[in-house]
C-alpha cells in the first residue's frame, strides 16, 4: 500500500498590494466646516482633480456647490463664494478629465450646466456657465465625461433617456444633443465606460445591466438575474469584465462580477453584509484594485481583481468611526508618489461637517519612485477631438509617467484637430506624457529630449500656466491667503524643476567622463 504525503500549501496570494493600508490625514490637512448637502440621491456629491476640491453644498433658494484649492485646508470661511446658476438642488458633479478648470453640475432644474473656474479659484459668486445644455424634460440625476474624447458629455435623469453633448459647439445654450439613447424603460443608476470609451455600460432601476455602444446606442449585452439587483456599474478597464454592486432577493448588500461578453448570468456574486446603503465601488486599473465604500459606513473594503478564478481576492479593510455620505477620488496624477501613495479617497463626514482626505499606501521602505506600482496611466490630454470622435473613430487614452522628472516629448500628430479646445494656458502642463503607440513605436531621440528642454525653459516664465503679469494684488484676507498657496507652490514646481536641472548636468558629465575612457590612448613615436 502506498501512503501519499500531504503537501501544505499556503492559503494567501502573493502580490505587491497584500499589505496595502488606509491613511487618514490630519485634522490640519482636512475641510472643516464645509456645509455638505442633505439630499438623499446616491451620488458622490463631491468631484476632485489635482487642483481642485468641488462639493454640493445645502442653499435656500437654487442649487450651488462649492470650489476650493486643495491647499486651502482647514477651518472653510462660511461666506466662502458659491457656483450657484441652477434653480433647483444639484445632483452631481464632475470635473472635466482634460482640463482642471473645467466641471460640469446636473441640477432638479432639468439642465446640466458647464462651468469655467478662474485660474486662482472661485473669488465671487458664479451665476453664469460657460455652457448650458437644455434637452431632458425632467430632473437630471448623473454626468459622466468621456474617458478619451474632448468636450464629449453625457447626462442622463428622469425622462429615462441618456443624451450625448458637443461641447465644440459655439453656441452658449445648447438645446439639442448630437445623440439620445432610448434604451432604459426605468431612470438610470449608474454610467461607466471602458478604457477607450468604446463601451457603455449602465444600471437601472428595472433591475437590468446594459451594456451598449455609446455613439450609436446600440444595445450590446443585457443582463436580468433574478438573484442581483444592480445599483452601481464599473467597467473594469480592459479585463473584459464588469462588477456592479447592489442587494440580494434577501436585502443583503452584494458584489457580482460579470463577463463583458455575456450578461446573462454574473461569473461570481458574493454576499457583504445586512446593511442598508449603497456601495460606491472604485477600480484602479493600473493596479488592478476594487474599492467598495459603503454610504454610511466608516470603513472601506478592497480588493484585487484577475482574470482567472477566484477573480475577485480580498485584500483587507479600512476602518473608520467617522461614516461616509459620499467618495471623490483623485485622478492618478494627483497622487504623492514618493510616499507610494497609490489611490486617495475625499471622504464627505456629513455629522462634522468635516472632508477627510484618506490615502492608500504601499508600505515600502525604499524612498525612490517605485516603477513596478506606477505603470504609464492616462494622462490630462485628450487622444480625440469631438468631431473624430462622433464620426467614428475610437483610441485608448494619451499615457504619461508618474516618475518625476521624466521628460518625454508630445506626439503633435496626436493633438491635431483640438484646436477648438478649451484655452491651452489653462490645461495643465504635465511632462512626460505620451500615447502608447508613440511608446511602442519611436525610440526617443536626442533632438527630442533638447526640444522637451527648451519647452520646459519656456515654462519657467509662467506660474502655474499663467502669465504673471495677469495676477492682480489681493484685496481681502482670503485672496492674500490663495496668493499665498500659489506662491509656495511655485517654489515647489521651481525646486523640483533645479532638481531635474542637476540630474541632467550630473548625467551629462558621467557621459563626457566615460567617452574620454573610451577613447584609445595616443601612441607616441620612440626616438
Not at 439642465?111 to 425632467?138: A, C, F, Y
Not at 443608476?189 to 455602444?213: P, Q, Y
Not at 465604500?293 to 470603513?299: E, F, L, M, Q, T
Request: with cysteine; aromatic share 8%; net charge positive.
Amino acid at each position: 500500500m502506498t501512503v501519499s504525503k500531504m503537501t501544505w500549501r499556503p492559503q494567501y496570494r502573493c502580490s505587491k498590494f497584500r499589505h496595502v493600508f488606509g491613511k487618514a490625514a490630519t485634522k490640519e490637512n482636512c475641510f472643516d466646516g464645509v456645509p455638505i448637502t442633505r439630499s438623499v440621491q446616491d451620488n458622490n456629491f463631491c468631484a476632485v482633480n489635482p487642483r481642485f476640491l468641488a462639493v454640493i453644498t445645502e442653499c435656500g433658494g437654487g442649487g450651488a456647490f462649492l470650489v476650493f484649492s486643495l491647499h486651502h485646508t482647514g477651518k472653510l470661511d462660511p461666506h466662502h463664494p458659491r457656483v450657484s446658476g441652477h434653480r433647483g438642488n444639484v445632483l452631481d458633479i464632475k470635473w472635466n478629465p482634460f482640463n482642471d478648470y473645467c466641471i460640469a453640475s446636473c441640477s432638479e432644474d432639468t439642465t446640466v450646466k458647464v462651468w469655467e473656474i478662474p485660474p486662482h479659484g472661485v473669488m465671487k459668486n458664479l451665476t453664469v456657465p460657460w455652457k448650458d445644455l437644455q434637452g431632458h424634460s425632467r430632473r437630471v440625476s448623473l454626468v459622466e465625461w468621456h474617458p478619451t474624447a474632448n468636450n464629449i458629455l453625457f447626462s442622463t435623469g428622469y425622462d429615462y433617456q441618456v443624451m450625448i453633448w458637443n461641447l465644440d459647439s459655439p453656441e452658449q445654450v445648447i438645446k439639442n444633443p448630437v445623440r439620445t439613447i432610448t434604451q432604459h424603460s426605468d431612470v438610470v443608476l449608474s454610467m461607466s465606460f471602458n478604457t477607450d470609451g468604446s463601451l457603455l455600460a449602465t444600471t437601472c432601476k428595472d433591475r437590468k445591466v446594459r451594456l451598449m455602444e455609446p455613439r450609436t446606442g446600440n444595445l450590446l449585452q443585457e443582463g436580468n438575474s433574478k438573484t442581483h439587483k444592480a445599483s452601481k456599474v464599473l467597467v473594469l478597464g480592459n479585463m473584459k469584465m464588469l462588477v456592479t454592486t447592489g442587494t440580494s432577493r434577501w436585502n443583503e448588500r452584494q458584489i457580482a462580477l460579470w463577463d463583458q461578453e455575456d450578461l446573462s448570468v454574473p461569473l461570481l456574486a458574493e454576499n457583504l453584509d445586512g446593511s442598508s446603503g449603497v456601495l460606491f465601488p472604485f477600480y484602479d486599473p493600473d493596479t488592478h484594485m476594487l474599492y467598495l465604500a459603503g454610504k454610511g459606513d466608516g470603513n472601506i473594503r478592497y480588493y484585487e481583481i484577475s482574470s482567472e478564478k477566484p477573480y475577485i481576492h480580498y485584500l483587507t479593510d479600512y476602518r473608520s468611526l467617522l461614516p461616509q455620505k459620499g467618495m471623490a477620488a483623485m485622478p492618478k496624477r494627483g497622487l504623492d508618489v514618493s510616499s507610494c501613495e497609490v489611490f486617495r479617497f475625499y471622504k464627505l463626514v456629513t455629522i462634522k461637517s468635516l472632508i477627510e482626505p484618506v490615502s492608500m499606501i504601499v508600505p515600502r521602505r525604499s524612498e525612490s519612485y517605485q516603477e513596478d506600482i506606477y505603470p504609464m496611466t492616462a494622462s490630462n490630454r485628450p487622444a480625440l477631438a469631438a468631431e473624430e470622435w462622433l464620426s467614428g473613430i475610437d483610441k485608448g487614452p494619451v499615457l504619461m509617467s508618474l516618475k518625476p522628472g521624466s521628460q518625454l516629448p508630445e506626439s503633435h500628430s496626436e493633438m491635431k484637430g483640438l484646436a477648438n479646445s478649451t484655452d491651452t494656458r489653462r490645461s495643465q502642463s504635465r511632462p512626460g506624457m505620451l500615447p502608447l503607440a508613440y511608446i511602442q513605436d519611436r525610440p526617443e531621440t536626442k533632438d527630442a529630449k533638447e526640444a522637451a528642454g527648451r519647452a520646459d525653459d519656456d515654462r519657467i516664465s509662467l506660474t502655474n500656466g499663467e502669465d504673471l503679469t495677469l495676477c492682480s494684488p489681493p484685496k481681502t484676507e482670503n485672496e492674500l491667503r490663495q496668493k499665498f498657496h500659489k506662491q509656495q507652490e511655485e517654489i515647489r514646481r521651481l525646486r523640483e524643476l533645479l532638481g531635474q536641472r542637476d540630474v541632467r548636468i550630473k548625467q551629462l558629465e558621467l557621459e563626457i567622463k566615460n567617452i574620454k575612457n573610451s577613447q584609445p590612448a595616443q601612441t607616441h613615436p620612440t626616438c
